[in-house]
């Protein structure tokens, strides 16, 4: 299958990642045709996490101080509860954030990931999932939460944890396929 043929989409993570939140939907998005980056604060290679246990070296694509949200058309964002607590406090995550999301574009967050988006003030009215864990970060930056496999509102879609991937990869999918024929219209 190729249905999301040259849809460029930025994975935003670092050290901490939970490896299947990241390696999952990235094989499952590149394998109908989209084109990954892994972006990450510093070059080289990130820690991804199985849980509390360090899995696999992840190698970076590009520098966050590199990336430029208009070379892409959508973001992942995984969980890893470390990787979300450091991407938060990260300027260029939130600016990069706040761009795609200004224009539009669709974004995935997995598990810890809506914490970037709480920082960067973006989840207020929003409605989301995420683990368990921070519901009350959500509710308290002005979400709605929902304990459910996924969420889709507007342009994002939410998501628990690494049991829910295969939910979240059909629904990331079909949020991409409307994002490109919603923008072949206009």
Not at 91 to 101: E, G, K, P, T
Not at 152 to 165: C, E, M, V
């Amino acid at each position: 299958m190729s249905d999301l043929n040259g849809i460029r989409i930025a994975i935003l993570a670092t050290n901490g990642v939970e490896q299947a939140e990241l390696v999952e939907p990235r094989k499952y998005l590149e394998q109908n045709g989209a084109r990954t980056t892994l972006i990450s604060p510093k070059a080289g290679e990130i820690q991804a996490m199985k849980h509390d246990e360090k899995a696999d070296m992840l190698k970076v694509d590009l520098e966050l101080s590199q990336a430029d949200p208009e070379e892409f058309d959508a973001v992942l964002l995984p969980g890893g509860a470390m990787n979300a607590d450091i991407l938060r406090m990260d300027d260029d995550a939130r600016a990069f954030v706040q761009s795609i999301d200004e224009e539009e574009k669709p974004l995935g967050v997995i598990c810890h990931a809506p914490w970037l988006l709480i920082s960067a003030d973006l989840v207020d009215g929003r409605h989301l999932t995420s683990y368990y864990t921070i519901q009350d970060d959500l509710r308290n930056a002005g979400a709605e939460w929902d304990d459910q496999e996924t969420i889709r509102d507007a342009n994002w879609l939410s998501s628990r944890q690494p049991a829910d991937i295969p939910a979240f990869n059909e629904a990331f999918a079909a949020l991409l396929r409307e994002s490109v024929r919603n923008r072949q219209v206009a």
